[in-house]
């Protein structure tokens, strides 16, 4: 008689996102706005990308088509999205099978979406008032978790000395001990980078205080 041997697939894909806009580690944290989601699978499958909720496979036909069809790498190319501080990305895949994710066994991570730098406010002592000390202590407030210099020079935050640091962590409430004002106008220059994890937005000269 004759043996017929058969390896049985009725399992969809298992699938893994990888990286969103360039940060490979959860959780996510960019200043991307048009990420590129990466994802692996279990076996070859061809893949797509949506923001618009959890769906199938099918549900995301309208949706990001993934490149890697047929194999077990798959990328992703988002348009530009708005900053937000949670955004969730879903991977839905099909293996050569057609066994389709489902909603419930698709990929799904989220990644906050900043590509705007600090916004400083509350400076003590205020900008334009009257001071005694060429050493002052200036302290403010942040929107967001951030690392700040200061600089008697008009300088981008990378471009000032580490030494001149104001904090020794990003926080949002922030304390500089500025030295070396000469007593007449003097212009103490701030400038802050937060904590995205990939490309952190960083002050310009354009947009230091």
Known sequence: NTELT????????????????????SPYNISDTSPLVTATTDENANCRASIDGDETYAGMLDDIDCTGDGGTSHSCQFGT?????STTFYVACNDT??????????????????ASTPTQSG???????????T??????????????RWSLTDLAYGDMSGSNTCDAGFAT?????????????????????????????????????
Do not use: K, W
């Open 6 to 25: 058969y390896t049985i697939d009725v399992t969809a894909p298992v699938v893994t996102i990888t990286g969103i806009g360039g940060d490979t580690s």
């Open 81 to 85: 999205l708005s900053e937000s501080g």
């Open 173 to 209: 409430s922030h304390s500089c001990s500025a030295s070396g004002l000469t007593g007449t106008s003097d212009i103490v220059y701030v400038a802050c980078a937060d904590d995205t994890s990939v490309y952190p937005n960083n002050d310009t000269i354009a947009s230091n205080t």
């Open 123 to 133: 400076h003590s002592p205020a900008s334009g008032t009257t001071i005694y000390t």
């Open 97 to 114: 099978g057609g066994n389709s994710n489902s909603a419930a066994n698709n990929a799904a991570a989220a990644a906050e979406i900043d």
């Open 135 to 148: 050493s002052p202590t200036i302290t403010f407030s942040s929107n967001e978790n951030a690392r700040c």
